[in-house]
């Protein structure tokens, strides 16, 4: 199935400012994740209420994911995009302005279900943008989130060394976060091509979106990978303070490697696909994740403990991108871009599973059993990957034996 030829200059700005609309989301979710002590304190959530509001946001987000893959079935995916990141960023505002606990529920809640919806639709962008480029520039895309969170994160610290309240850190980056969205959004692509006249090209009969027994492998996977990714984010702190021996302020650093090991992973995983093929990418990227998993459980100290942490992210990095582009793939070659962008959602489901399921999993077993025990979970899980890695190659091994291809005019 082909569709029509896309100017390379229309591709090229589409493809710069989705990665500046993954670099906002990045930001402004790192910004709500690290200052939740702060959110607790200032509106006199107990620690037995803050799991409700923490597991609220990515239920709501999943709901909000669900909503989106019926909604692009009448509204293309850009247009869902540019409607809800302005949302997210101003939900982000209200969090920090607004004045009772119930405020900040329903804050919380609107964050939520919108950040499901941008998650899907961008990442549905992502998918449509690789497949009219012809080639690997997925994990690009989510490259330039994990710079996003590290700025974020920046921020974060800066907001809370110099003692500023959360209304007069999120406040100035809004202002300057919602206008560079309305901006950027003018130039998505979606679905890539258009048919002549300006019309977008049709699918032939009902749109459905993957059968969920092909897309299973790849929502285990989409799971797996966030379950160990929550583990990282929620537990690595702790882990090296107390199991580790390091000091507070060593302890704060694990999570902010690891997302400096995921940018750079990320930003050199589009040529080791080009090169070596999903496939083999994705193997080595579960492997190196499995061993940072392994050099973590059974680290000496605070250092060796680091270094897991950074081959969790150079492991890790690779598998979401590129799990998405794989769905994307099975799905348009079965049955249209429109049913792509449905199983994207559905897929995009699975993200929320495996941060739901990730913290409260490690915090049992390490209550029950050990904490470095409870690091070999996440491994297992990712080794899991192995098993369904041939799931990530089919559609591409077309193209690499020079068959059919989306063409597209020379883009950058």
């Not at 110099?162 to 100035?172: D, E, R, V």
């Not at 302890?251 to 070596?276: I, S």
């Not at 250092?303 to 598998?319: D, E, H, R, S």
Request: aromatic letters at 8%; one cysteine or more.
């Amino acid at each position: 199935m082909t569709a029509p030829r896309v100017p390379g200059a229309q591709l090229r700005h589409g493809r710069a400012s989705l990665a500046l609309s993954f670099f906002v989301q990045g930001a402004v979710f790192a910004l709500l994740v690290t200052r939740i002590p702060a959110i607790q304190d200032r509106y006199g959530i107990s620690d037995a209420l803050l799991p409700a509001f923490l597991a609220a946001v990515p239920v709501l987000a999943g709901v909000g994911s669900i909503v989106t893959e019926r909604l692009v079935q009448r509204v293309r995916p850009s247009r869902v995009l540019r409607a809800v990141q302005p949302v997210v960023c101003l939900a982000l505002a209200a969090v920090g302005s607004v004045g009772s606990m119930a405020q900040v529920a329903v804050a919380l809640a609107v964050f939520g279900l919108t950040v499901g919806a941008l998650d899907a639709s961008m990442n549905m962008l992502g998918v449509s943008l690789q497949r009219a480029y012809g080639r690997s520039i997925m994990l690009g895309f989510h490259a330039a989130y994990s710079l996003g969170g590290i700025v974020g994160a920046s921020l974060a610290w800066a907001g809370a060394h110099w003692k500023l309240s959360l209304a007069l850190l999120y406040g100035p980056v809004v202002a300057v976060l919602v206008p560079l969205a309305l901006l950027v959004g003018r130039w998505f692509v979606d679905r890539g091509q258009r048919a002549p006249g300006g019309r977008e090209e049709a699918s032939a009969g009902a749109v459905v979106p993957l059968a969920m027994r092909l897309l299973l492998p790849l929502c285990l996977v989409m799971a797996f990978a966030y379950i160990g990714d929550s583990t990282v984010s929620n537990w690595s702190a702790k882990y090296l303070q107390d199991v580790l021996g390091s000091s507070e302020q060593l302890a704060t650093l694990p999570y902010n490697v690891y997302m400096v090991t995921t940018l750079l992973g990320r930003a050199a995983g589009d040529l080791g696909v080009r090169r070596f093929g999903a496939v083999a990418v994705v193997r080595t990227g579960a492997v190196v994740a499995a061993g940072g998993f392994a050099v973590v459980a059974a680290a000496p100290g605070p250092w060796a403990g680091m270094a897991g942490f950074m081959l969790l992210g150079l492991g890790l990095c690779v598998i979401v991108p590129q799990t998405f582009a794989a769905a994307g793939r099975h799905a348009f070659e079965k049955h249209g871009p429109e049913a792509a962008d449905m199983t994207v959602a559905r897929l995009n489901i699975f993200n929320y599973v495996g941060f739901l399921i990730g913290s409260p999993l490690v915090g049992a077993l390490g209550d029950a059993w050990s904490y470095r025990g409870a690091m070999l979970v996440p491994m297992a899980l990712v080794l899991v990957t192995l098993v369904y890695a041939r799931s990530f190659g089919a559609p591409e091994a077309r193209y690499g034996d020079g068959h059919e291809r989306p063409r597209t005019a020379d883009v950058g």
